[in-house]
């Protein structure tokens, strides 16, 4: 267009000048040519009418230009007074949704609404998308009755925005029956309520619709197989998986996805390997599946192929190889990938903060732990959590009590991860009445049932002192819960105190759990030792013998402290 001489407008009539930033409006094809006629606009325009009627004209065009020109068409809509123009504001909520700021486009349509502008389909469609996306039921609720009261419930998009609002917060029913008084139902019609279905776990009635649709397509096939992948039933999922002819990423990622869950990792990289173009996505599922499922170094290594092939390296991925590197205790590692963190290869997320505290910890290095902890500006449940475990796993007790305190004052709620944290830090720090009320605290104050762990940690903490009666008659309380740990732990508290009737209880209960575990009979065998009990330690001896539990030499799970029973007095 060249530059605009502003000595033009002293030798025109105003109208003339009218005309002439019309046309500039009208021939502007980007937003930089748009932004030399915003300058225009503001220098000539003077009379209060046309300075409405050009910027209206003007945003119009801005919104139907490419480019990215979000922020700039808000900052011009915002310096229109009174607009009235429906175009206008159902332009500004769509752009509002496709940039994902949802809840900026719901308080757009609330001030529409306030400001007597009558919406029409569109406006309800791009709304309802924003619910969906949120998700937001109360008003996507309050929206479908102002689209009754109005006439648009009639309307097939309208009625087909709101099927999908449904469905996405996980309202079938209220999908359902929007589905049901649908009398044009077309494909993408059907496939949302599938993917609702599909979505909430409700598959024989997904199952049904869709073995009655007439036309499927990927999105619909794709969503059946989402589901049953989901649902941990990866049987159904690799049927209708095989029986696709068309498939999309996300047909591969619900594929890897659900295997991965299940534990079935071989079957992923089949899946992985099979895919024609890998994305981003899939990649970092790979990772994550292999990290999950304990194969700590293969994890590191996709991550590895990952970084050598230029693959965007995702949320998820960082945090699988995170997990994978806690797992391997891989110092080195560790420092690797925070100095890729460092040099902006993912975004830092509050996720991704957590999972690198969790693996500073691990690889143990609780001091960066605690200098990533205090980066970290709004801190959640999991940040606290993994704090305080890895100060008690690290034997700062006093530390980890102080933070959990902290945590509280700053009304963040606790959970049952929280108080395996405080109870490993009164078990490590020999702190027994603290740990006691800690233990009441989570179970009587805040109601929460207690998980195998704590009754471990409670178990080791009362044994360490003496209260092995007291240990006992809690995990006899908590029966259903005590597992092999629990018990290990009461056979060692009774080893330490040389105590053989509740070792003994403990011993038997163990010989039941892991029959084939040696070193519970040698933990019995020191008991027996310890008090010179010979014959007793002698009979366990032969137990080991005539099962052939002997121990192969050179194994290291049982210490020297622990073969003193073999050698009795003369």
């Not at 008991?527 to 002698?538: F, G, K, L, T, V």
Request: hydrophobic letters at 40%.
């Amino acid at each position: 267009m060249g530059t605009r001489n502003l000595s033009y407008w002293t030798q025109n009539s105003y109208r003339s000048c009218e005309n002439v930033l019309a046309h500039y409006i009208y021939i502007s094809e980007t937003v930089n040519q748009l932004k030399q006629t915003h300058t225009l606009l503001l220098k000539v325009l003077t009379k209060p009418h046309t300075h409405n009627l050009f910027f209206t004209r003007f945003l119009r065009q801005l919104l139907q230009v490419p480019g990215d020109r979000f922020n700039y068409a808000r900052k011009v809509f915002d310096q229109i007074p009174n607009c009235k123009s429906q175009f206008l504001w159902t332009s500004l909520i769509r752009i509002h949704v496709s940039h994902a700021f949802f809840s900026e486009s719901i308080l757009l349509y609330a001030k529409m609404h306030q400001r007597g502008i009558f919406p029409y389909g569109f406006t309800f469609s791009s709304v309802l998308n924003a619910c969906a996306r949120m998700p937001a039921i109360c008003e996507g609720k309050q929206i479908h009755t102002k689209t009754l009261k109005t006439g648009f419930l009639s309307n097939k998009i309208v009625q087909t925005s709101l099927l999908d609002m449904y469905a996405k917060c996980g309202f079938t029913v209220d999908a359902r029956i929007v589905f049901d008084t649908m009398d044009d139902k077309d494909v993408i019609t059907w496939t949302a309520m599938i993917c609702g279905y599909s979505k909430t776990g409700v598959m024989d009635e997904a199952q049904r619709l869709f073995d009655i649709m007439e036309e499927h397509n990927v999105v619909s096939w794709t969503a059946m197989v989402a589901g049953y992948a989901n649902c941990g039933d990866m049987k159904s999922a690799k049927e209708l998986y095989e029986m696709m002819t068309e498939r999309n990423s996300i047909t591969y990622l619900a594929m890897i996805a659900g295997y991965g869950k299940c534990g079935e990792v071989s079957e992923a990289r089949r899946i992985f390997d099979e895919m024609p173009e890998k994305d981003v996505k899939c990649w970092a599922a790979m990772v994550a599946c292999y990290a999950h499922n304990g194969y700590a170094m293969e994890s590191i290594e996709m991550y590895k192929v990952m970084r050598e092939e230029n693959v965007r390296v995702t949320e998820v991925a960082m945090v699988g190889a995170m997990t994978a590197c806690s797992q391997l205790g891989d110092a080195e590692m560790a420092m690797t990938l925070a100095e890729h963190m460092e040099g902006g290869s993912c975004n830092s997320t509050l996720i991704v903060s957590n999972a690198l505290i969790h693996m500073y910890a691990k690889c143990g290095d609780v001091e960066k732990a605690w200098t990533e902890f205090g980066r970290v500006k709004e801190r959640d449940i999991v940040s606290y959590s993994t704090m305080i475990t890895a100060l008690a796993d690290h034997g700062r007790s006093q530390a980890a009590l102080d933070l959990f305190l902290r945590m509280r004052k700053e009304g963040i709620k606790c959970n049952q991860v929280t108080f395996i944290g405080v109870l490993n830090a009164c078990s490590h720090g020999g702190l027994v009445e603290e740990g006691c009320k800690y233990f009441e605290l989570m179970t009587r104050v805040y109601g929460m049932e207690p998980l195998a762990a704590h009754i471990t940690c409670m178990v080791g903490l009362l044994g360490r002192a003496r209260q092995l009666e007291k240990a006992y008659r809690l995990m006899l309380e908590n029966e259903e819960l005590c597992d092999a740990v629990t018990w290990g732990a009461l056979l060692g508290a009774c080893e330490i105190h040389g105590n053989a009737k509740m070792g003994e209880i403990a011993a038997s209960h163990l010989f039941k759990l892991e029959p084939k575990c040696t070193g519970n009979y040698v933990q019995l065998a020191n008991i027996y030792a310890s008090i010179s009990r010979w014959n007793d330690a002698e009979k366990v001896r032969k137990m080991i013998r005539e099962q052939e539990r002997i121990k192969s030499p050179g194994c290291c799970w049982i210490s020297s402290r622990e073969m003193h029973y073999t050698v009795p007095p003369c």
